[in-house]
């Protein structure tokens, strides 16, 4: 007898996972949970209203977004679940629509260019004729949205990184590539003796102060301008440097080199740590870090490395003691730290 084939139904949900993003994304531009925060609902008919437009698709995304979780009902009244409630209400600590712009203005339309990328081995979600890099678009909307999606994910991966990696005997830390300051922030909160530089470029450096300004860190976190590139050396004075989703962006002897500059940078003792997507030895997953290397391929020239080659060029720069820990956390699945002896 020849073998049952398997269901298509896992194909078939793979091939239309893009349906249920674009009804996050869509209800999410059309306010929708921002509308319905603090109020007792509202039915279809009212939010038609509210945003003008007609009955029908009005029905037919509050039904699409209750289907996927985001949307509870009481007789004819749709209301946030406790998931959109707390992460896409404009406010809230750990919002995501800066993220979700991000995703469906930006990454969305450059990995429907994902062959190209592939065929051409190079960035195709920014204008690499006429723009510096992915951090800096033409568009100052554009570059905001970005930082805004950087702060999310470096919040929760700062969190899930306070949690498992002992950083006692640690005084002050450089957050190297440090964005909008998130990381050093949420490291900061997580234990009230440590200090902090965030270390970026010059126009990158005002958006962390206003942060960690807004966080009441300002006391506990300055901001240092700088290429870590064309520096000839990493800022000073730190016992632990953090490469939190930093090193994927760049080639093999692009990161190399900035394990270099740590190691000769740090105090004797220091630690460093790298953190963010890493795929198995096998090169077979975890799903996230795999398409999140596919996600380097259309934005960098890097790509998620393994804890091995992270184990390698530490050991090659001079560190000891190197060691992997699994991250939970949507910013990152895991971290390797080494010791400067």
């Known amino acids: 007898?020849?073998?049952?084939?398997?269901?298509?139904?896992?194909?078939?949900?793979?091939?239309?996972?893009?349906?249920?993003?674009?009804?996050l994304a869509g209800a999410y531009e059309l306010e929708l949970f921002a509308r319905l925060s603090g109020t007792s609902g509202l039915t279809f008919q009212e939010f038609a209203k509210d945003v003008e437009i007609d009955e029908r698709p009005a029905r037919m995304l509050l039904t699409g977004c209750a289907s996927l979780g985001l949307l509870e009902k009481t007789g004819d009244r749709y209301r946030n679940s406790p998931l959109a409630e707390e992460y896409l209400v404009p406010g809230r600590p750990h919002h995501f629509g800066g993220l979700l712009a991000m995703l469906d203005q930006r990454l969305y339309p450059a990995w429907g260019r994902l062959t190209e990328a592939v065929r051409a081995n190079r960035p195709v979600s920014w204008d690499t004729e006429h723009e510096k890099s992915l951090f800096e678009s033409q568009d100052p909307a554009v570059t905001a949205t970005f930082w805004e999606a950087m702060h999310t994910l470096s919040t929760f991966a700062g969190e899930a990184l306070a949690d498992a990696v002992a950083l006692d005997g640690t005084a002050c830390l450089l957050d190297v590539g440090g964005g909008s300051g998130a990381l050093a922030i949420a490291l900061c909160r997580a234990r009230p003796g440590l200090r902090a530089t965030v270390y970026d470029l010059p126009f990158v450096t005002p958006i962390a102060a206003r942060r960690v300004d807004e966080a009441g860190l300002g006391g506990r976190i300055s901001t240092v301008d700088g290429?870590?590139?064309?520096?000839?050396?990493?800022?000073?004075?730190?016992?632990?440097?953090?490469?939190?989703?930093?090193?994927?962006?760049?080639?093999?002897?692009?990161?190399?080199?900035?394990?270099?500059?740590?190691?000769?940078?740090?105090?004797?003792?220091?630690?460093?740590?790298?953190?963010?997507?890493?795929?198995?030895?096998?090169?077979?997953?975890?799903?996230?870090?795999?398409?999140?290397?596919?996600?380097?391929?259309?934005?960098?020239?890097?790509?998620?490395?393994?804890?091995?080659?992270?184990?390698?060029?530490?050991?090659?720069?001079?560190?000891?003691?190197?060691?992997?820990?699994?991250?939970?956390?949507?910013g990152a699945n895991g971290a390797v730290v080494a010791r400067k002896p």
């Open 227 to 330: 290429n870590f590139f064309e520096d000839p050396s990493l800022p000073g004075g730190h016992d632990a440097h953090v490469f939190c989703n930093i090193l994927h962006d760049w080639r093999e002897s692009d990161a190399q080199l900035l394990l270099n500059k740590s190691f000769d940078a740090l105090a004797p003792g220091g630690l460093v740590i790298i953190a963010g997507f890493l795929v198995n030895e096998e090169q077979t997953g975890p799903t996230p870090a795999a398409l999140m290397s596919l996600t380097q391929l259309i934005e960098t020239e890097g790509r998620a490395y393994t804890a091995s080659e992270y184990t390698g060029w530490l050991t090659a720069a001079g560190f000891v003691e190197p060691y992997t820990v699994a991250l939970e956390s949507i």
């Open 1 to 23: 007898m020849p073998e049952t084939p398997p269901s298509p139904a896992p194909l078939f949900q793979l091939a239309t996972s893009f349906w249920a993003f674009k009804t």
